[in-house]
């Protein structure tokens, strides 16, 4: 039987405990504080490093249906997969959306597995997540991050975008693995395992 691979926790608006959390001893505080009651360092902890985010998209004007596609912002090292100018990143690339606790809840374009979404629909984070895991690397190991995987705008041309859809950044792999955990009961139901 497939196991729940999340834990809720209340939505983002919802009041949790202060931003002095820690009345329950080892508890994350992703799991007491609301996403407006964390503290500048505990949001950016929350970003994984898949830059995923970082991804050009093109969206559907007729359905609003997003299309990912392996084409990445200028801004992005491919081998580390973090922004090569940060602090800046919205002076330069002018379309590049900060992430605040209100627009997680509202924008549609983020991945399933984007940490700041998660806990705002009241999920746990992965356990390739760095504050789950206590390692960077392991949303690269675990094949969530985009590391390796794309190519830069400067090198195509925003009409070739169509050129270089690909479905993998909008997948959970969660879901497979779900996937996958059905597909075996229901196998081990028919040889009677």
């Excluded at 926790?9 to 919802?14: F, L, N, Y």
């Excluded at 330069?92 to 924008?107: A, F, G, I, S």
């Excluded at 895991?133 to 392991?138: A, C, E, I, L, M």
Aim: glycine share 8%.
């Amino acid at each position: 039987m497939p196991q729940d691979r999340s834990v809720k926790t209340p939505r983002a608006g919802s009041r949790r405990k202060s931003a002095t959390a820690g009345d329950v001893p080892g508890t994350p505080f992703w799991k007491e504080l609301a996403l407006a009651d964390m503290s500048q360092a505990q949001w950016e902890s929350l970003c994984d490093g898949c830059a995923r985010c970082c991804l050009n998209k093109l969206e559907d004007w007729d359905t609003g249906q997003i299309h990912w596609t392996e084409v990445a912002c200028h801004l992005l090292d491919d081998s580390t997969c973090h922004c090569a100018d940060y602090p800046n990143r919205s002076v330069r690339v002018p379309d590049c959306v900060p992430l605040t606790p209100k627009n997680v809840t509202e924008l549609t374009w983020l991945p399933p597995t984007c940490g700041y979404k998660l806990v705002a629909d009241g999920r746990d984070l992965y356990w390739w997540h760095p504050l789950v895991s206590g390692d960077p690397d392991t949303v690269h190991y675990a094949g969530i991050s985009v590391r390796g995987r794309t190519i830069s705008e400067n090198d195509v041309t925003v009409e070739a975008y169509e050129d270089h859809l690909v479905d993998w950044p909008g997948e959970d792999p969660a879901d497979l693995i779900e996937l996958a955990e059905r597909g075996k009961a229901t196998a081990l139901k028919k040889t009677g395992g």
